[in-house]
């Protein structure tokens, strides 16, 4: 078998693992895990300061597009943040003013939408983009869908050059590229990415967790969420670590905890508890290959990749050999939620720069002339 039939077959088996746990992964990690969600909002904050820059001090018109959106996070944000209720019906309007109460960083705000014409993505899992539309029209955004918000059914590899007008500004974040198949996948990632902006001289922007970090939170994340990827490899017994149960750890454990045990409650299929505080532990030869690989494994399908820092640098060398690429340790940026991801950002030409020396960031030195 080449690589290319080996990365199909991959994508094949994946998209049924992120069709299966879409819900779940919802609830449990995307407005879950405290840690995830800090990681969420150090990135979305972050982007809003790229998009704000662009739009006030570059004076473009933009749009962003989205690859591996998932349940589209990004989408509803910045759906709220682009329309006034002025612009819906009352039943909408109502909606969104609801969801606004509750979430003061969605308030209407006129400058992102006159600038911010579109956010697009796309997710090869039916049931992820399935759910981010129930979640657009759950807030009164639905007539917003397949214009001004929309999404593609597809794969993140087969990414089309984008039109120069709007900018454009292409995004693959929350470790999307950690369970995009593999280094094989992820380097199709990097070229996509790049294939998608460079002619229209836009920004590609991937985000992930770094290999560094799995001792630190890794293992603690995934300990706390396998009743969405399944019990990790390092866990022992493996008794209930089949699809014919489901185990709910009673607490999110949080990062750098050292705590070997979890205890979970083993429910069946259908929901019955079938035991309450089952206790597992942390095999240590199995944590150590974890930590040293940053191969994410668990005794289901659900496989992820958390890449050491120098392999993304040398990512970037390779594939985007650009003269304005940057390299960023979230944890020089924020210390407190920045610190197990890393960034790679492609600015074909130049227009972030300012915005980089603010930051005290420093281009690649990627051998560009
Ligand atoms: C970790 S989730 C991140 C979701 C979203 N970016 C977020 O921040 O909430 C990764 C997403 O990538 C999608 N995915 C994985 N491999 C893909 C591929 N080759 N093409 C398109 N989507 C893919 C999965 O279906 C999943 O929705």
């Given at each position: 078998m080449c690589l290319t039939d080996i990365l199909?077959?991959?994508?094949?088996?994946?998209?049924?693992?992120?069709?299966?746990?879409?819900?779940?992964?919802?609830?449990r990690i995307v407005g879950g895990h405290p840690d995830v969600t800090a990681y969420?909002?150090?990135?979305?904050?972050?982007?809003?300061?790229?998009?704000?820059?662009?739009a006030r001090e570059r004076k473009k018109r933009l749009c962003l597009y989205d690859v591996g959106c998932g349940s589209g996070r990004l989408h509803l944000r910045y759906a709220m943040k682009t329309t006034s209720v002025a612009q819906l019906k009352p039943a909408d309007a109502q909606l969104l003013e609801r969801a606004r109460r509750k979430n003061p960083a969605f308030a209407y705000d006129p400058l992102w939408a006159e600038q911010l014409v579109s956010v697009g993505g796309v997710d090869f899992s039916t049931q992820m983009l399935e759910l981010a539309r129930a979640k657009l029209r759950k807030n009164g955004l639905g007539s917003l869908l397949d214009h001004k918000i929309f999404f593609d059914h597809g794969s993140a590899f087969d990414l089309q050059p984008m039109e120069g007008e709007p900018f454009p500004v292409a995004?693959?974040?929350c470790n999307s590229i950690g369970v995009m198949q593999g280094p094989e996948g992820a380097t199709k990632l990097f070229k996509a990415m790049r294939r998608a902006v460079e002619s229209a001289g836009g920004i590609a922007i991937i985000s992930g967790y770094r290999r560094e970090a799995v001792a630190t939170f890794a293992l603690c994340n995934y300990e706390s969420t396998m009743d969405v990827s399944g019990q990790p490899r390092w866990l022992i017994p493996d008794k209930?670590?089949?699809?014919?149960?489901?185990?709910v750890?009673?607490?999110?454990?949080?990062?750098?905890?050292t705590d070997e045990c979890v205890v979970v409650d083993v429910r069946d299929t259908d929901g019955n508890i079938v035991k309450e505080g089952h206790v597992l532990t942390r095999d240590n030869d199995a944590v150590r290959e974890t930590v040293a690989t940053g191969h994410i494994r668990t005794h289901t399908a659900y496989t992820s990749h958390w890449y050491a820092f120098d392999v993304f640098e040398e990512w970037i060398a390779k594939h985007w050999p650009s003269s304005n690429a940057y390299h960023i340790a979230g944890k020089d940026l924020d210390a407190l939620r920045g610190e197990p991801m890393q960034m790679?950002?492609?600015?074909?030409?130049?227009?972030?720069?300012?915005?980089?020396q603010r930051w005290g960031c420093m281009p690649e030195r990627n051998g560009a002339t």
């Open positions: 199909q077959d991959t994508c094949a088996r994946d998209q049924r693992v992120w069709d299966a746990c879409a819900s779940v992964y919802e609830d969420e909002g150090f990135e979305e904050d972050l982007l809003d300061r790229v998009l704000l820059y662009l995004i693959s974040v209930y670590a089949t699809s014919h149960y489901v185990q750890p009673r607490a999110y454990k949080r990062a750098h905890s790679a950002i492609l600015d074909t030409n130049g227009e972030l720069k300012g915005l980089m």
